[in-house]
């Protein structure tokens, strides 16, 4: 099972190296096992070019048996932690950068006190790539807007509002609101969210088309750059909190909205970890900002 975890681990970072790091192995020892592996399989998984490490195309089409093997590997890893009781276990979790910034540092802290042990895994992604991770196995559970996702059961958290981020010095900034018609005019940069953009799809109920200069994956780097003046944008007020970039904020009329919701896996296979920092989540749900 080490060398399926290790040809996973060279795939996502790219280098033998790297992964060797990453896994407490020796280069040499970590090029032997994905040698060994691939005679047994009879099947050449990976090439090096300049540009790093590739998967083969016979590579490309195991791969995704691969990680799901991996993923079955590390679940019977959990469940026999659950047997031993939550003295120990892994909770991975799909998250966008507003949720990783402003939820869960405290309520992981707080769950921490309570079960020490516990270990927390964070991925980083969108409305498209959370969904993805869940269905894998790669998250146990993760944050998303429910409209993104329609057809598949989600829980509802909260509903936060939208805010338009303009620079400082922009004619706009010292209006007590903004409307999207006004919006649509500017040089707008776009946060790229995946499957759904509560932005576009206001614009659109709006009959209106903005004029998307830049799309950007990082709600951070749009305030950097908004603050040096490249464009206007709209932002969930979550991630305008506790802000240092020098932008003017403004209430948007009609408000705008958007929802947070959870996507689980079915709760029979999810760690117990995970079930109970679920739960822990819900009744928290008064603290959240």
């Given at each position: ?31 032997q096992m994905i ?72 309520l992981i802290k ?180």
């Open positions: 099972m080490n060398r399926y975890i290790a040809l996973q681990k060279i795939v996502e970072l790219g280098s033998f190296t790297k992964a060797a790091d990453v896994l407490g192995y020796t280069q040499p020892a970590i090029s040698s060994s592996l691939e005679r047994e399989l009879s099947i050449k998984l990976l090439y090096r070019s300049r540009y790093g490490i590739h998967l083969t195309l016979e590579g490309e089409r195991l791969f995704p048996s691969i990680k799901k093997t991996v993923a079955g590997y590390q679940a019977m890893l959990e469940i026999s932690k659950e047997i031993k009781g939550l003295n120990s276990g892994t909770i991975r979790i799909g998250t966008i950068s507003s949720i990783s910034c402003h939820w869960l540092p405290g707080q769950f921490q006190e309570v079960y020490p042990n516990v270990q927390f895994v964070l991925h980083q992604g969108d409305y498209t790539s959370i969904p993805e991770w869940v269905r894998t196995g790669e998250a146990d559970f993760g944050f998303v807007n429910p409209d993104a996702i329609p057809g598949v059961k989600t829980r509802f958290i909260k509903t936060g509002e939208l805010r338009a981020v303009l620079p400082v010095n922009h004619p706009l900034a010292e209006t007590k609101y903004i409307t999207l018609d006004k919006l649509a005019k500017e040089p707008f940069l776009l946060l790229e969210e995946g499957a759904l953009s509560e932005p576009l799809e206001a614009f659109k109920q709006a009959g209106l088309e903005p004029n998307v200069r830049l799309c950007v994956h990082d709600d951070y780097s749009i305030l950097s750059m908004i603050e040096s003046g490249l464009g206007v944008s709209i932002l969930p007020e979550l991630v305008l909190r506790k802000t240092n970039y020098l932008v003017a904020i403004l209430p948007i009329k009609p408000i705008l909205t958007r929802k947070i919701g959870l996507i689980m896996k079915d709760k029979n296979s999810m760690p117990i970890a995970s079930k109970y920092f679920i739960d822990f989540l819900f009744e928290h749900i008064a603290d959240l900002p």
